[in-house]
T-cell receptor
Framework: GEDVEQSLFLSVREGDSSVINCTYTDSSSTYLYWYKQEPGAGLQLLTY?????DMKQDQRLTVLLNKKDKHLSLRIADTQTGDSAIYFCAETHNTDKLIFGTGTRLQVFP | DTGVSQDPRHKITKRGQNVTFRCDPI?????LYWYRQTLGQGPEFLTYFQNEAQLEKSRLLSDRFSAERPKGSFSTLEIQRTEQGDSAMYLCASSLARDNTEAFFGQGTRLTVV
């Protein structure tokens, strides 16, 4: 089945690390993504990971994938106020369409 | 080319009216997708084109919805006899090829049916 779940809300202090979690159910997923959506804006691709990888790092972003548990996480180091947004994880497999989670609203306070 | 553009950005319509949205993908992107996003939810897939061929349609796409991409470039999404439940953000995305993992999204068209 196709179901991607995320916690709804995360609040962190500026300068701390943020960890946003996601679980998915489709074991045939080939790529897993993290998108960022700011108010009134479209979706911005932050990073993605291929399903045969465990970890991917891109500047302040670290993606961890536990395929056995179907768990994906996004760590943002040194979180800034500009990181405040809604973060969506998404998966895709054979058809290329993206299956999105419900989104996690990240609030960064000073 | 500044990215995926959608028109209009906002549309308010009365229930029962027809509306049409346009999406201009990034040049040379052969894949084009439509998604719908309601408040507090993630985007949901509606339909997908490769060039001018519509390859997949979601069960969410009732017979009141029709999408076209006549020349394999821009696409239109029409909703006939709009209902209040159609109120949502309609997002368009494009990508280059099967192995290209990046789908670029437009800013969306926000539809409000009153």
């Amino acid at each position: 089945g196709e179901d991607v779940e995320q916690s709804l809300f995360l609040s962190v202090r500026e300068g701390d690390s943020s960890v946003i979690n996601c679980t998915y159910t489709d074991s045939s997923s080939t790529y897993l993504y993290w998108y960022k959506q700011e108010p009134g804006a479209g979706l911005q691709l932050l990073t993605y990971i291929f399903s045969n990888m465990d970890m991917k790092q891109d500047q302040r972003l670290t993606v961890l994938l536990n395929k056995k548990d179907k768990h994906l996480s996004l760590r943002i180091a040194d979180t800034q106020t500009g990181d405040s947004a809604i973060y969506f994880c998404a998966e895709t497999h054979n058809t290329d369409k993206l299956i999105f989670g419900t989104g996690t609203r990240l609030q960064v306070f000073p | 080319d500044t990215g995926v553009s959608q028109d209009p950005r906002h549309k308010i319509t009365k229930r029962g009216q027809n509306v049409t949205f346009r999406c201009d993908p990034i040049s040379e992107h052969n894949r084009l997708y439509w998604y719908r996003q309601t408040l507090g939810q993630g985007p949901e897939f509606l339909t997908y084109f490769q060039n001018e061929a519509q390859l997949e349609k979601s069960r969410l796409l009732s017979d009141r919805f029709s999408a076209e991409r006549p020349k394999g470039s821009f696409s239109t999404l029409e909703i006939q006899r709009t209902e209040q439940g159609d109120s949502a953000m309609y997002l368009c995305a494009s990508s280059l090829a099967r192995d290209n993992t990046e789908a670029f999204f437009g800013q969306g068209t926000r539809l409000t049916v009153v």
